[in-house]
């Protein structure tokens, strides 16, 4: 099999059917956090939709959530006085129904629910992240941090989506969510992950995924200390180096680890094997590998091989 079109079944085992099990309940939890949002803060009547991989159609198997913005309006009090305060009393009105864990700007949501009988609340792969409009445009926002120096970061969703999704290399940036997390790269963030496939590949949209890859990998082994990227939504107010310091030197290792796969044992060393007559996606046999992929959700892979 060309490596291209490995690579192009790979993507394809990781792609949802539209009426996946697996959307669909994101959906269906979509809608019920919606509504106690609005419910619970009823006088303010904030902005709440998509964001995340399901916006920037991004979004893989093998790791997938929705980022849910719960936005508030520039002049509105009521659901707190200020960022600080946004952020715990939304946290506390999901406390209400569900098990809820601090992250960086976001509230993760679980369900309590499952707890008796798992031993742990159940993932429902969705990310709450509340904010407030900083003037009435309803353009940018500003987020409470939890974490770093900043107690707030000045963003805009809008501009976070589109530079994205009309970058012309979705597809690179998905194959390398996955290479990502089947190298267990935890310290790298995906947003800066994008960032820099976005950078890398900004020459190379033409280019196919297998060369696109390789490049990415090439740049990450070989240029740590240079690796940069701002926030398109706030290149000088937002300073992304302190998350790139963190992963620097774990991009660059895998990077030639990666690379060092190929050469020696080919593409399946990267992603693992596939079947030459594997249906993509489609049919009895393309639903089997789909859900043996979803089922690394909670127990993601680690490389295939290792140097």
Known sequence: MKPNDYVKKILA???????????????????????????????????????????????????????????????????????????ENTERALGRDYVVERKASALRVKDPSTTSIKGFAEDLHIDVVPGRFTDDAEQDVFLHRTTGEKERLRTNLDMHIAHIRDSGVVDAIRLMKLWKDRNGLRNAKTFVLELLVVKFLRNRRSADLCTQLEHVWAELRDSPDGLAVEDPANPSGNDLKPIVDECRSELSTAARNTLWQIDERGWEAVFGPVDDDEVEGKGEDGRASLGAAAAQVLNPTKPWLCR
């Open 13 to 87: 085992r990781q792609t949802f059917d539209d009426d996946a099990r697996e959307l669909k309940e994101l959906q269906r939890r979509g809608k019920e956090l919606e509504k106690l949002l609005r419910n619970h803060f009823s006088e303010s009547s904030p902005k709440i939709r998509w964001g995340g991989s399901m916006a920037k159609r991004t979004m893989i198997r093998d790791s997938y959530d929705g980022d849910m913005i719960c936005y508030f309006p520039h002049g509105d009090t009521t659901a707190g006085a200020n960022l600080q305060e946004i952020y």
